[in-house]
């Protein structure tokens, strides 16, 4: 188990100054491998606390049950570290936000079932959060000392992680329109699949972008989909991918060790390319300039360059989270929980988790 003590915790300060009117909301995250727990105050992040699990590198991917087991060792550390560091009392809470879904159901149902206990234990209000609405509002988690820059509504939202590759439009917090999504295999997915076929590690993502900046991005070309509207397609490059690495070795056994940094930055290339084309196509149809990311795939460096080199062409207004903020977290839970709750969601306490959510 590794706890990460986010930096934003540093500039966590006396609730007692705000206490009088502010809602705390302490947030639960726990939909795949990640434990985390964060406390807000109105938006204000006071602490985000995340015990990532080692555990799956050995085999290449997450293992459910191993994820499952590993939530059930971490989630009482994790919370209470995330009270004591907001500086609050566990009584201060106004309400508890936590993931119902979507995401693996083992590890969805101990973060909601210590949410569910939690809550009854405090006598506090529970709200459930859509882990993908945490992703989509992210950039709403504001912090003492930034920037805080907000996107007005409505904005475009590239929701692009291991299991999502969706346009958004969000029309308010809780208002969304799904305008794309991926008809096949999530854009993490490629990533993942690409760094496992090269046997570089899991998980793939973020070792492809890292050699990708070593590599040149037009010396292989991988072929893109046709698909309709602003929806997504990842399978046929994967196995484009494959293909190409299985002829070239053919010839040289040797081929890929060599042109590793070249294969990523072409294939993260062409992922970026696929991402950008239906992305500007949104916008231009829609008319919407404001545009965010957000999911474990907006951590990448050339996605988000790209991003903000294309919305200085195009006039967009681009906000990318921090990159604390791109993985799963429980900031972006609590965050969301928050709006909810202001909104006057208030979830049952015999709530069970699920592990498909179709809309938002
Ligand atoms: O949002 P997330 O943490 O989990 C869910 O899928 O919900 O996203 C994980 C995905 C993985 O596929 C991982 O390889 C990818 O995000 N990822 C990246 C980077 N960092 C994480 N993909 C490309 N570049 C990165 N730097």
């Given at each position: 188990?590794?706890?990460?003590?986010?930096?934003?915790?540093?500039?966590?300060?006396?609730?007692?100054?705000?206490?009088?009117?502010?809602?705390?909301?302490?947030?639960?995250?726990?939909?795949?491998?990640?434990?985390?727990?964060?406390?807000?105050?109105?938006?204000?992040?006071?602490?985000?606390?995340?015990?990532?699990?080692?555990?799956?590198?050995?085999?290449?991917?997450?293992?459910?049950?191993?994820?499952?087991?590993?939530?059930?060792?971490?989630?009482?550390?994790?919370?209470?570290?995330?009270?004591?560091?907001?500086?609050?009392?566990?009584?201060?809470?106004?309400?508890?936000?936590?993931?119902?879904?979507?995401?693996?159901?083992?590890?969805?149902?101990?973060?909601?079932?210590?949410?569910?206990?939690?809550?009854?234990?405090?006598?506090?209000?529970?709200?459930?959060?859509?882990?993908?609405?945490?992703?989509?509002?992210?950039?709403?988690?504001?912090?003492?000392?930034?920037?805080?820059?907000?996107p007005e509504f409505p904005?475009?939202?590239?929701?692009?992680?291991?299991?999502?590759?969706?346009?958004?439009?969000?029309?308010?917090?809780?208002?969304?329109?799904?305008?794309?999504?991926?008809?096949?295999?999530?854009?993490?997915?490629a990533f993942d699949k690409?760094?496992?076929?090269?046997?570089?590690?899991?998980?793939?993502?973020?070792?492809?972008?890292?050699?990708?900046?070593?590599?040149?991005?037009?010396?292989?070309?991988?072929?893109?989909?046709?698909?309709?509207?602003?929806?997504?397609?990842?399978?046929?490059?994967?196995?484009?991918?494959?293909?190409?690495?299985?002829?070239?070795?053919?010839?040289?056994?040797?081929?890929?060790?060599?042109?590793?940094?070249?294969?990523?930055?072409?294939?993260?290339?062409?992922?970026?390319?696929?991402?950008?084309?239906?992305?500007?196509?949104?916008?231009?149809?829609?008319?919407?300039?404001?545009?965010?990311?957000?999911?474990?795939?907006?951590?990448?460096?050339?996605?988000?360059?790209?991003?903000?080199?294309?919305?200085?062409?195009?006039?967009?207004?681009?906000?990318?989270?921090?990159?604390?903020?791109?993985?799963?977290?429980?900031?972006?839970?609590?965050?969301?929980?928050?709006?909810?709750?202001?909104?006057?969601?208030?979830?049952?306490?015999?709530?069970?988790?699920?592990?498909?959510?179709?809309?938002?």
């Amino acid at each position: 188990m590794i706890f990460v003590f986010l930096p934003a915790e540093i500039i966590a300060y006396s609730v007692l100054n705000t206490s009088f009117m502010a809602d705390i909301i302490l947030g639960i995250e726990s939909s795949c491998d990640d434990t985390s727990a964060a406390v807000i105050s109105d938006g204000y992040l006071l602490s985000n606390v995340l015990a990532s699990q080692d555990v799956h590198k050995a085999y290449g991917g997450v293992i459910p049950e191993l994820a499952s087991r590993a939530h059930q060792l971490n989630i009482v550390p994790v919370v209470s570290e995330a009270i004591t560091r907001a500086g609050i009392k566990p009584e201060d809470i106004t309400a508890i936000a936590f993931t119902r879904g979507p995401g693996l159901l083992g590890s969805l149902l101990v973060g909601t079932s210590f949410a569910k206990g939690l809550a009854m234990a405090l006598d506090k209000p529970l709200v459930e959060v859509n882990h993908l609405q945490g992703h989509v509002l992210a950039n709403f988690i504001k912090q003492h000392g930034s920037e805080n820059r907000q996107p007005e509504f409505p904005y475009l939202c590239l929701l692009v992680s291991g299991g999502n590759s969706q346009i958004v439009k969000v029309n308010s917090p809780l208002e969304y329109e799904i305008l794309g999504q991926t008809i096949d295999d999530a854009v993490g997915e490629a990533f993942d699949k690409c760094s496992k076929m090269m046997g570089l590690g899991y998980p793939g993502g973020p070792i492809v972008d890292r050699l990708a900046k070593e590599g040149d991005p037009l010396k292989y070309r991988f072929s893109k989909p046709h698909v309709p509207g602003f929806d997504y397609s990842f399978s046929g490059i994967k196995t484009s991918l494959l293909y190409f690495v299985r002829d070239m070795m053919a010839e040289d056994p040797e081929f890929m060790e060599k042109n590793k940094a070249d294969i990523c930055a072409s294939f993260q290339k062409a992922l970026i390319d696929i991402l950008m084309d239906k992305l500007i196509k949104a916008a231009k149809a829609t008319g919407i300039r404001q545009i965010t990311i957000g999911g474990g795939v907006s951590a990448n460096s050339g996605l988000r360059s790209r991003i903000v080199e294309e919305g200085k062409k195009r006039g967009w207004t681009t906000f990318l989270p921090e990159f604390k903020f791109t993985t799963d977290n429980a900031a972006m839970i609590a965050v969301a929980g928050w709006f909810h709750y202001k909104n006057g969601t208030r979830t049952a306490l015999d709530v069970a988790p699920v592990s498909r959510i179709a809309e938002f």
